[in-house]
C-alpha cells in the first residue's frame, strides 16, 4: 500500500513540475515576443516621427555646409592667420559629419539626398532658394581668387553671414520640426555657430 501510495505522489508531483515549467515557458515565450513586437513597433514610430520641415531642414542645410566646406578648404592654402585656419578646419571637421548623419535620415525617409557638389548660384539671402547665407557664384569665385589678409577678411565676413543664414534655418527647425534628432542637430547648430560667429567677429575687429 505505502509503496502504491508513494508512485502515485511521485507521480502527481513530476506531472505538476511539467505543467508549471510549460506555464513559465509560455509565459516567457509571450513576454518575449510582446517585447520584440513593441520595440518594433517603437523603431518605426521613431523613423516615421518627421514632417516636411525636418525633410527641407536636411535638403537644405547639407549644400549650406557643403558651401561652408569649400570655403573651409579654400583657407588651408590661402589664409595667412593661423586662426583663420584653424577656425576653417574646425569648421570643416564639425560639418562634414553632420552632412553624414543628414544624408542617413532623409534616406532612411525615402526622400532625395542632394548633390554632393554645393549649388553656387543661391543668393546670399533667403530668396526663391529658402537658404540664407548662402554666397553667389561670384563672391566664391572672388574669395577663390583672395590670399593673405584678404583672403583672411574677406573669409571671416562671409562665412559670419553664412552661419547667420545656418542659425536662422536651424531656429526654423527647431520651432516648427518634429524629428527630435534634427532638432537636437539644429539646437547644436545653432550654439556652435553662434559661438564662431562671435569669435570671427573678434577676429575682424584685430584687423
Wanted: hydrophobic share 40%; net charge negative; charged share 20%.
Amino acid at each position: 500500500m505505502t509503496s502504491t501510495r508513494f508512485l502515485i505522489r511521485s507521480a502527481a508531483l513530476g506531472t505538476t513540475a511539467v505543467a508549471a515549467a510549460l506555464v513559465l515557458a509560455a509565459c516567457g515565450s509571450d513576454t518575449g515576443s510582446g517585447t520584440q513586437t513593441s520595440a518594433s513597433a517603437g523603431a518605426e514610430d521613431t523613423a516615421g516621427a518627421h514632417n516636411d520641415q525636418d525633410v527641407s531642414f536636411a535638403q537644405d542645410m547639407i549644400p549650406h555646409h557643403q558651401q561652408a566646406i569649400q570655403m573651409s578648404k579654400m583657407a588651408a592654402s590661402q589664409a595667412s592667420s593661423a586662426e583663420v585656419k584653424d577656425l576653417a578646419a574646425r569648421i570643416e571637421k564639425a560639418q562634414d559629419p553632420e552632412i553624414d548623419t543628414m544624408s542617413g535620415w532623409l534616406e532612411s525617409w525615402g526622400e532625395d539626398v542632394p548633390s554632393s557638389m554645393p549649388g553656387m548660384d543661391h543668393g546670399g539671402d533667403s530668396g526663391s532658394s529658402g537658404m540664407p547665407g548662402m554666397m553667389h557664384t561670384e563672391d566664391m569665385d572672388e574669395l577663390m581668387e583672395a590670399s593673405g589678409r584678404g583672403f583672411d577678411t574677406m573669409f571671416l565676413t562671409m562665412m559670419v553671414e553664412h552661419h547667420e543664414g545656418a542659425v536662422e534655418m536651424a531656429t526654423t527647425e527647431k520651432d516648427k520640426g518634429q524629428y527630435g534628432p534634427a532638432k537636437k542637430l539644429a539646437d547644436d547648430i545653432i550654439t556652435a555657430q553662434n559661438a564662431e560667429i562671435e569669435e570671427m567677429n573678434k577676429l575682424l575687429g584685430k584687423s
